[in-house]
């Protein structure tokens, strides 16, 4: 079973070392500068420090308080080991650590916390909605396209402590937009089935197959509440 301890505040340490310009986010992600900026986003490339070469993602919990990072790789994945990192790098026996993506704290449980909350709360709390994605570029895509009420479960998971952190800000439902992929599809239909009686509501709105929300263009996300309407509700289907 995953670790299901609550993740302490850390300190500035990591945080306070990051670049402000990240050639990774800004030209190879073409992400806007001020959604860099506005997410605390950054570059770290101390080669000393086994979370090198990424751009450094900070996570903060409801309350705001900085209690780890996702750290996203710079490379793209190495057609031949599939690790990320330079064509050139014999990773040897630290592959593992070359991975797209890696946590700090290396213990940090992403299991507890919702990415982007600290900053959405208030929105949910307003409209009682909570649109969920996967990933934390795709919270950030539809965040700059107005949609505030985002928070990204980083992975594919909806767990009881996600619950009650939505609950505890006023959510009474639940629109899930994960990945237009099998296992985005498939964990869509386990989560509806997983809490259908509970007292949120829980939606699914299908992203085009092959899609990631943060793929989708300006027009498709336009699109969202369209979309939401005429989703259909995969507990009445599935359960």
């Given at each position: 079973?995953?670790?299901?301890?609550?993740?302490?505040?850390?300190?500035?340490?990591?945080?306070?070392?990051?670049?402000?310009?990240?050639?990774?986010?800004?030209?190879?992600?073409?992400?806007?500068?001020?959604?860099?900026?506005?997410?605390?986003?950054?570059?770290?490339?101390?080669?000393?420090?086994?979370?090198?070469?990424?751009?450094?993602?900070?996570?903060?919990?409801?309350?705001?308080?900085?209690?780890?990072?996702?750290?996203?790789?710079?490379?793209?994945?190495?057609?031949?080991?599939?690790?990320?990192?330079?064509?050139?790098?014999?990773?040897?026996?630290?592959?593992?650590?070359?991975?797209?993506?890696?946590?700090?704290?290396?213990?940090?449980?992403?299991?507890?916390?919702?990415?982007?909350?600290?900053?959405?709360?208030?929105?949910?709390?307003?409209?009682?909605?909570?649109?969920?994605?996967?990933?934390?570029?795709?919270?950030?895509?539809?965040?700059?396209?107005?949609?505030?009420?985002?928070?990204?479960?980083?992975?594919?998971?909806?767990?009881?402590?996600?619950?009650?952190?939505?609950?505890?800000?006023?959510?009474?439902?639940?629109?899930?937009?994960?990945?237009?992929?099998?296992?985005?599809?498939?964990s869509a239909k386990k989560i509806i089935r997983m809490y259908k009686d509970h007292p949120i509501e829980i939606k699914f709105i299908p992203v085009p197959d092959g899609v990631d929300p943060n793929d989708m263009t300006?027009?498709?996300?336009?699109?969202?509440?369209?979309?939401?309407?005429?989703?259909?509700?995969?507990n009445e289907k599935y359960r």
């Amino acid at each position: 079973m995953p670790n299901r301890k609550a993740n302490p505040p850390i300190d500035n340490e990591i945080k306070d070392s990051l670049t402000k310009n990240s050639d990774y986010l800004f030209n190879t992600r073409k992400i806007p500068q001020s959604t860099i900026d506005l997410f605390e986003a950054g570059g770290f490339l101390d080669s000393e420090h086994i979370i090198h070469r990424r751009a450094m993602i900070p996570m903060h919990n409801i309350d705001g308080e900085l209690i780890g990072f996702f750290g996203r790789s710079i490379y793209p994945r190495n057609k031949d080991t599939g690790g990320f990192y330079p064509a050139d790098y014999d990773p040897g026996d630290v592959g593992p650590l070359y991975g797209k993506w890696r946590m700090y704290p290396h213990e940090y449980n992403r299991h507890r916390d919702l990415y982007n909350l600290n900053r959405a709360k208030g929105y949910i709390k307003q409209t009682g909605v909570c649109v969920a994605v996967e990933g934390v570029f795709d919270a950030w895509r539809l965040w700059d396209e107005g949609v505030k009420n985002v928070v990204s479960v980083f992975g594919i998971a909806l767990t009881s402590h996600h619950m009650e952190l939505l609950a505890s800000v006023g959510c009474k439902k639940i629109k899930l937009m994960l990945d237009g992929d099998r296992p985005g599809f498939l964990s869509a239909k386990k989560i509806i089935r997983m809490y259908k009686d509970h007292p949120i509501e829980i939606k699914f709105i299908p992203v085009p197959d092959g899609v990631d929300p943060n793929d989708m263009t300006r027009k498709d996300l336009y699109s969202l509440r369209k979309l939401s309407r005429a989703a259909r509700r995969l507990n009445e289907k599935y359960r």
